[in-house]
């Protein structure tokens, strides 16, 4: 594995800043792991996210192929790709039910032909995909006590996906022509897809995206109550992704909640004052 540990951790670096920054945390052969998965999470998402130069059937057979390659890979076959060979590896080497990965590329594929959701329950759908079973995968790779954890960590992958449809609202739009707010929740606050459109910051958008960030901190609530049932060596870290990833609604919220022409981010300082934080109310778990 040593060969490309380099160039996973490079990509874990490069498009998850705040999630590396808690990967710091963990124990050599976790965090390895991790930012193996990282990259294997990472790279069908930017096939994705990327589209201007290809068409929808263009990008799912872009898709379809990574499968196949990665089917080929677990089963045993080295292929040209590494981040498949080393996640392969992986699966394996912790247990992992290969059924999440069969989940999380739907959500991908979804992804090329969805671009609306009518209800939160739709959109839960396609999150329990693209984010609750890495929360799940990554219960594997850290290890639990107890079955409890397997009920818990979905809501952390949920939490932190409904942080970055928040944060990335404007982008999601002006970039991809997506809107992952749920339409409901649109409705019932008078928000058009116009006001996003044209950057209108307005009270009813305000009071939408309140709603969201309330939800989304409930699920952080949720997931905390997994916590405990989490073995002792991976804990700290997951508490840091998720304090860090919850932060990013505290910078929405300094931002007068304008997700349509300002990104929230935190900042190094931040990141160290949350890292202290966390160490005071829980101990450094190394």
Known sequence: MDKYTNAVE???????????????????????????????????????????????????????????MWQKSYMGENTIYPVL????????????????????????????????????????????GSASVVGLIMSYVIGFNNDKALHYAPYLGEAMQLTNFIRDIGEDYRERSRIYLP????????????????????????????????RARDLYRKSDKGLNYLNKRGRFAVIMASRMYEAILDKVEQNNYDVLTKRARTSKREKIYILGKIALEYGFQG
Do not use: C, H
């Not at 991790?34 to 294997?40: D, G, K, M, Q, V």
């Not at 394996?92 to 939160?120: E, G």
């Not at 928000?191 to 969201?212: M, P, Q, T, Y």
């Open 183 to 214: 339409q409901e929740d649109m409705n019932k606050y008078n928000v058009k897809e116009s006001d996003i459109r044209d950057g209108r910051v307005s009270d009813d958008f305000i009071k939408l995206i309140k709603f969201e960030i309330k």
């Open 10 to 68: 490079s990509i874990t670096k490069k498009f998850g800043t705040s999630y590396y920054f808690a990967t710091r945390f963990l124990p050599s052969d976790l965090r390895q792991a991790t930012y193996a998965l990282y990259s294997f999470f990472r790279i069908p998402d930017e096939i994705v996210d990327n589209t201007s130069s290809q068409s929808e059937e263009e990008t799912l057979a872009e898709l379809v192929d990574w499968e196949a």
């Open 85 to 128: 060979n080393l996640t392969s590896q992986i699966f394996k080497q912790y247990n992992i039910p290969y059924q999440y990965s069969v989940d999380f590329l739907k959500a991908m594929k979804q992804d090329v032909y969805i671009n609306r959701y009518d209800a939160y329950q739709d959109l839960q759908g396609y999150m329990y």
